[in-house]
């Protein structure tokens, strides 16, 4: 299994990014995909996930109405589309396989492989 994740860099408070999980290893449509982030000296938490089908997404609070997670399943990519970015959004970013649905929610003990983070630095 294999998840790796790209697309982090320093933008500007206001800046937009988009994140990629590739993924390989596994079969794409059987699992859902899960971002998280974790802040220096701060927990990870859940960012947003998308399920299996791509029907059921989960925004934190904290990204609703700026973040879009969408999957391409003729390429095996996840993305997370970042807008309106701010500087309490600066952490690395992971994404995560795991089972989240309308009956399972995004949580970190959903997911079952992790890839490496890629960073992200809202900063002027």
């Known amino acids: 299994v294999q998840l790796q994740a790209s697309g982090g860099g320093l933008v500007q408070p206001g800046g937009s990014l988009r994140l990629s999980c590739a993924a390989a290893?596994?079969?794409?449509?059987?699992?859902?995909i899960g971002w998280f982030r974790q802040a220096p000296g701060k927990e990870r938490e859940g960012v947003s996930c998308?399920?299996?089908?791509?029907?059921?997404?989960f925004y934190a609070d904290s990204v609703k109405g700026r973040f879009t997670i969408s999957r391409d399943k003729a390429k095996n990519l996840v993305y997370l589309r970042m807008n309106s970015l701010k500087p309490e959004d600066t952490a690395v970013y992971y994404c995560a396989r795991g089972h989240y649905s309308d009956y399972v929610p995004c949580s970190s003990w959903s997911m079952d492989y992790w890839g490496k983070g890629t960073l992200v630095t809202v900063s002027s």
């Open positions: 290893g596994f079969t794409f449509d059987d699992y859902a």
């Open positions: 998308i399920s299996r089908s791509g029907d059921s997404t």
